[in-house]
């Protein structure tokens, strides 16, 4: 049973190449992170946004539908991506241990960054 399952999740990975969305999602994430952050600005999303957050939706309720939600969020995150939402991680560690006197790891890396 385990086995068949398996497989069926590697024939569904071949036949979905999730790594071809990559560009796209990045193109995506840049316009999301230039929406104005107002709340009480209005702003209308451009077609190409729209059709983008569509598109992603879709492709994450088919992952999770077919069992690969965890391979389709490996393929749309980058190294670049990790290293710097990591970088971010420690540094809010750092700050909340240097707040409670409490020196760790992170709060020596934080010391010697530049």
């Keep these: 049973c385990f086995t068949a399952s398996l497989?069926?999740?590697e024939e569904?990975?071949?036949a979905c190449e999730l790594?071809?969305?990559r560009p796209l999602w990045q193109l995506f994430m840049s316009m999301e992170n230039?929406?104005?952050k107002d709340p009480t600005s209005i702003?209308?999303?451009l077609?190409?946004?729209r059709a983008l957050t569509e598109l992603f939706?879709?492709?994450e309720a088919r992952a999770i539908k077919q069992g690969i939600l965890q391979d389709y969020l490996l393929a749309m995150t980058t190294d670049e991506l990790l290293?710097?939402?990591t970088s971010m991680a420690l540094k809010n560690i750092a700050a909340i241990s240097l707040a409670i006197s409490y020196p760790n790891k992170s709060t020596k890396l934080l010391n010697m960054a530049p």
Excluded: C, E, G, M
Aim: charged fraction near 10%; glycine fraction near 0%; hydrophobic fraction near 50%.
């Design 7 to 9: 497989q069926a999740r």
């Design 12 to 14: 569904v990975k071949r």
């Design 19 to 21: 790594t071809l969305l």
């Design 34 to 36: 230039n929406l104005n």
């Design 43 to 45: 702003s209308v999303l």
């Design 47 to 49: 077609p190409l946004h």
């Design 57 to 59: 939706f879709i492709a």
């Design 83 to 85: 290293l710097s939402h």
